[in-house]
């Protein structure tokens, strides 16, 4: 069986193909720069080669159109007939209150999926375009949803409502949703599995930590508390986007710039965080970088995004009555020793031992790196969306 997961962002469209019986990626790539000048297909061959396709590919469905080409094409393709596609699993940002859990996209689906866009007008517009095209292109191939916020429905009110009038909840739904479920609950069950111990049963910590960035409190198995909103921009420090902040801040850059509510919009999640600090990128690599160089700017965003993790660790520690299980995972999570290392610095008091020469020496690897004294199993657990995503859609079509 073959799965096609779909992750469709505004200006991308993120693709693997699954083949589920092997558990193997058979194809690889995302469309960039959609709708621009200069868009390309980029894919990741299976000797692990890069290659770069130029095209014009003015919106989605042209991007997808684009895709199902290269699947097919004899120089880089692996199928034969798009018949081969058995179904299509999509990353859906924004579920709302209204899905829990994956499910299958019907017509009644699509509907409720465009109730959800007024909570993630950036997100969910892509998110649906990716849909319907596969509708038109494949209408007789079935098309599976997977939500960031569905695992997280099952956090507390106290925990999810804001300090705002109720009727701002109950009129436009302004709430805390929390997205990365799909990482969240997969690295949590995969640190269960990989150290032997019962998922219903363990207090467990999910940071999160790649471009976006967010942490969870799992208790039993369940999201209790996230730090992501009802955007993806609340929490903590990001690439870009800002994290938490004093909303009085708001409106008062509002004032002094003149700033429009979109302004001030793309302010916090695309120029703020990690870039904003640094002046430099958004990127850690580069931080890194800098700080090898002194730039005190390059420090301080460095110590800001590490020290907010931190004190999201001890918060979540506090709302689970002591913590069995850490897990490190996202792009900086799984490679960045020295963000684990700082977050777990004097940690004792609460459990936490790490091998710090351990922690140096590993990265994007399923590993235990707390000390065997740590009464909290400190791990790093590599991500994996895209095959969520694929198990789920195959789950769903019962197979
Ligand atoms: N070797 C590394 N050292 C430090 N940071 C890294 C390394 N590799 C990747 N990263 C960080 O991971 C980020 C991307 O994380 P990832 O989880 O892949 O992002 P996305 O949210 O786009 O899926 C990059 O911006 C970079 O900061
Ligand atoms: C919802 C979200 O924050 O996603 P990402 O980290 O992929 O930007
Ligand atoms: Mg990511």
Redesign the pocket.
């Known amino acids: 069986m073959k799965i096609l997961v779909l992750n469709c962002g505004s200006s991308s469209i993120k693709y693997k193909l699954f083949n589920m019986e092997s558990n193997e990626v058979v194809a690889q790539g995302g469309v960039e720069k959609i709708g621009m000048k200069g868009s390309f297909l980029k894919l990741t061959l299976p000797n692990g080669q890069k290659v770069q396709l130029e095209g014009e590919i003015l919106e989605h469905r042209a991007g997808i159109e684009y895709i199902f080409g290269v699947l097919l094409s004899e120089k880089y393709g692996c199928i034969k007939s798009l018949d081969e596609i058995d179904a299509v699993g999509h990353r859906v940002v924004h579920g709302g209150e209204r899905f829990n859990k994956s499910v299958l996209i019907t017509d009644e689906v699509i509907e409720m999926l465009e109730e959800c866009i007024e909570l993630a007008p950036l997100h969910n517009p892509p998110n649906l375009k990716g849909i319907f095209a596969i509708k038109e292109l494949l209408p007789d191939t079935p098309q599976v949803s997977v939500f960031d916020t569905a695992f997280h429905q099952t956090m507390p009110d106290y925990a999810y409502v804001y300090g705002l009038p109720y009727s701002l909840y109950e009129k436009y739904g302004i709430r805390r949703y929390g997205f990365h479920g799909t990482s969240h609950r997969y690295v949590s069950k995969r640190a269960c599995e990989f150290l032997n111990v019962p998922y219903e049963s363990q207090r467990i910590i999910t940071a999160h930590i790649?471009?976006?960035v967010s942490i969870t409190a799992i208790k039993n198995g369940k999201s209790i508390d996230t730090s992501m909103g009802m955007t993806p921009v609340e929490g903590l420090m990001m690439?870009t986007r800002s994290g938490d902040l004093d909303p009085g801040v708001i409106s008062y850059i509002m004032e002094k710039e003149r700033m429009s509510a979109l302004g001030v919009s793309t302010l916090l999640n695309k120029f703020s965080g990690v870039l904003g600090i640094s002046g430099i990128s958004?990127?850690?690599?580069e931080i890194?970088a800098g700080i090898k160089e002194n730039n005190p700017r390059a420090i301080l965003a460095m110590n800001t995004y590490n020290y907010r993790i931190k004190k999201y660790v001890g918060a979540y520690s506090a709302v689970l009555g002591g913590v069995d299980i850490l897990v490190f995972t996202?792009?900086?999570g799984e490679?960045?020793w020295v963000t684990r290392s700082t977050v777990c610095e004097n940690m004792e008091y609460m459990g936490i031992e790490l091998d710090e020469e351990l922690n140096r020496s590993v990265?994007a690897k399923e590993v235990v790196i707390s000390k065997p004294t740590s009464k909290v199993k400190v791990l790093i657990i590599p991500t994996d969306e895209e095959l969520t995503i694929a198990k789920d859609t195959m789950e769903i079509l019962g197979r």
Do not use: L
């Not at 958004?282 to 690599?285: A, V």
């Open positions: 790649g471009n976006g690439g958004s990127d850690m690599r890194e996202g792009g900086v490679n960045q990265r």
